[in-house]
Nanobody, 115 residues
Framework: QVQLVESGGGLVQAGGSLRLSCAAS????????MGWYRQAPGKQREMVAH???????NYADSVKGRFTIARDNAKNTMYLQMNSLKPEDTAVYYC?????????WGQGTQVTVSS
């Protein structure tokens, strides 16, 4: 069973920064897909950023240039550095990984950006 635990969310003013962490209960060295998603009230969950095992990354257009995804295989942890935050970034942020064909999600962490 894979468990993912997110942390680092909170309340921040517009223009501020936060760093989210996602700690996995398994060795992530060989995990090809890990990603961050978010869901705002009344909206569908959307992909924010993802990273592959060879550190190839992809970002949603809305966060390009502001957010950076990274992984530390030694710590079995994935990160999302969020800079220049905007009120529209307010959402619950979830981490996800795909292992052996199965998709696993964390419980989510709330990010609130005040104007």
């Amino acid at each position: 069973q894979v468990q993912l635990v997110e942390s680092g969310g909170g309340l921040v003013q517009a223009g501020g920064s936060l760093r989210l962490s996602c700690a996995a209960s398994v060795n992530i060295f060989s995990i090809d897909y890990m990603g961050w998603y978010r869901q705002a009230p009344g909206k569908q969950r959307e992909m924010v950023a993802h990273i592959t095992s060879n550190d190839s990354t992809n970002y949603a257009d809305s966060v390009k240039g502001r957010f950076t995804i990274a992984r530390d295989n030694a710590k079995n942890t994935m990160y999302l550095q969020m800079n220049s935050l905007k009120p529209e970034d307010t959402a619950v942020y979830y981490c996800r990984l795909i292992r052996r064909g199965y998709s696993y999600w964390g419980q989510g962490t709330q990010v609130t950006v005040s104007s």
